[in-house]
């Protein structure tokens, strides 16, 4: 089974990596006929999309993983489970949509004023959400059949016909910002049953109550908990700039977008992740042993992902970005690991979500939004800028992982490693300040050594410690469902 899993993340990986690229590509083409005027009214649009896309899904993609491999969930009430989901969210999207555009219509003309955005734009961006959401929910079913390869087919064609419609548009006539939202639209809404159609085998005409509110009682709390992580995801940037000023930002920004290397780690396991961890709680009764040593070998990836390119994190920026870049370097080193605190919480919110207490997450959330803004607030000022927005993000990061795993601990506990985990996590304590310390000297080809060896004593700490059982690692490759 874990053999398939580790597969199944080499492909989402795969297809992850793909969309970018393509993504980059269509950048270039956009870059050609629309204004850096025009990028940011799309920036602004797209803003506002995101937060009706976040609201309206109910976290539904959540309760659908969490129910549709539950012990009580029998195999023929999957379609109406499904079914149901699909009603709620076709009702809630739409219900929202038409509300934020109908409220919008007074003040088109304030809007199109302050910000030069048409109520045309908002009303074809805001309607994207409707097909946008339909294909996401399509695609969390498909994840749950295992099919990573239809998976990332179906996600090709939500993320291609779109981009090139708009293209076409661009291109060819003069709607500008308004023809990529026109285009965006057509290519989703063509897109939406051709998804549906991939998960036909669990659909059927039938609406159950019972399931709606499981359903409902499970997911309403991630409407908050993802409000939350936008406001993480954001409120740095905007304190940066008040407390300190644009160049540092920009430090942190450059900081940011390299780190998503980890980004994209964490991203290919938890496509993988989400089905097979409850499926895995309801067929092997050995679950509890598996999910810790995954843990393990989780942070083990993350971690050294984040230390090498930590450590590395001054000759990255060497390479790759002008010399006005360069001192980001420490920032960039911090941020990786902050990112890689945030990919362990994957598993260590596994017992609250199992239990059902969903309320945590959100908690959990909002809890680390405040101590951000504090942290932000009082590093920012002592740092004068990017370095302590990543030191805050760091910091948050820990704190929201180390609750989660605190509550799983309590509600449904699992047997950590603590001895292999307090080795990988301890080596990031030592490593970083020693690498910050490495980078404010003169650069030589000797402080590259340093670099390398300190690497190289990571890694031999990793195996001498034992770390990485290769037994262990078979046993949990060949585990199979009951």
């Known amino acids: ?287 509890i042993r598996i999910v810790s040593q995954i843990l393990t070998y989780l942070s083990l990836v993350l971690v050294l992902a984040a230390i090498s390119i930590s450590i590395f994190s001054a000759e990255i920026l060497m390479v790759t970005t002008p010399k006005e870049y360069w001192p980001a370097a420490n920032s960039l080193g911090i941020i990786v690991i902050g990112l890689c605190f945030q990919g362990t919480t994957q598993i260590t919110v596994y017992g609250i979500a199992i239990e059902k207490k969903t309320y945590l997450i959100t908690l959990g959330s909002w809890l680390t939004v405040i101590l951000n803004f504090g942290l932000n607030y009082w590093l920012i000022n002592k740092y004068n800028g990017a370095f302590g927005a990543s030191l805050a993000t760091m910091f948050s990061f820990l704190f929201m992982t180390l609750f989660y795993l605190f509550h799983t601990q309590k509600l449904h506990p699992l047997k950590l490693e603590k001895k292999k985990l307090l080795v990988l996590f301890a080596s990031i304590f030592v490593i970083v300040p020693t690498t910050i310390y490495i980078n404010s000297l003169d650069w030589t080809f000797l402080t590259l050594l340093y670099k390398t060896l300190l690497l190289g004593l990571f890694i031999s700490t990793v195996f001498i410690t034992k770390v990485i059982d290769v037994k262990q690692l078979k046993n949990i490759l060949k585990v199979k469902f009951s």
């Open 1 to 287: 089974m874990l053999k398939k899993f580790a597969k199944d993340i080499s492909i989402y990986g795969s297809g992850d990596f793909v969309f970018k690229i393509i993504a980059f590509v269509f950048f270039i083409i956009y870059a050609r006929f629309l204004s850096v005027e025009d990028f940011g009214l799309m920036t602004l649009v797209v803003t506002v999309v995101n937060v009706l896309v976040m609201i309206s899904n109910v976290g539904l993609n959540n309760a659908i993983s969490r129910y549709y491999y539950d012990k009580h969930t029998l195999e023929e009430q999957r379609p109406s489970l499904v079914s149901t989901g699909l009603t709620i969210q076709t009702l809630v999207t739409v219900g929202l949509t038409l509300l934020v555009i109908i409220g919008l219509y007074p003040f088109q003309e304030a809007i199109q004023k302050e910000y030069g955005i048409t109520y045309l734009l908002f009303v074809l961006a805001l309607l994207g959400a409707i097909p946008t959401q339909l294909i996401q929910y399509a695609l969390d079913v498909i994840r749950m059949h295992f099919k990573p390869l239809r998976f990332t087919i179906t996600s090709f064609l939500k993320n291609l016909l779109g981009a090139l419609i708009a293209t076409i548009l661009l291109v060819y006539t003069d709607l500008k910002v308004t023809g990529y939202f026109m285009g965006l639209l057509i290519g989703l809404t063509v897109a939406v049953p051709i998804s549906l159609w991939m998960i036909r085998k669990d659909l059927s005409f039938n609406f159950n109550k019972k399931l709606a509110r499981n359903l409902t009682v499970f997911g309403y709390p991630f409407i908050f908990a993802n409000v939350a992580y936008w406001l993480l995801s954001s409120i740095d940037r905007w304190m940066i700039v008040e407390i300190s000023n644009k160049e540092e930002l920009g430090l942190y920004a450059i900081g940011f977008r390299i780190s998503q290397v980890i980004g994209f780690l964490s991203s290919a396991f938890g496509q993988a992740w989400s089905p097979y961890s409850i499926k895995l709680y309801a067929e092997n009764p050995d679950y």
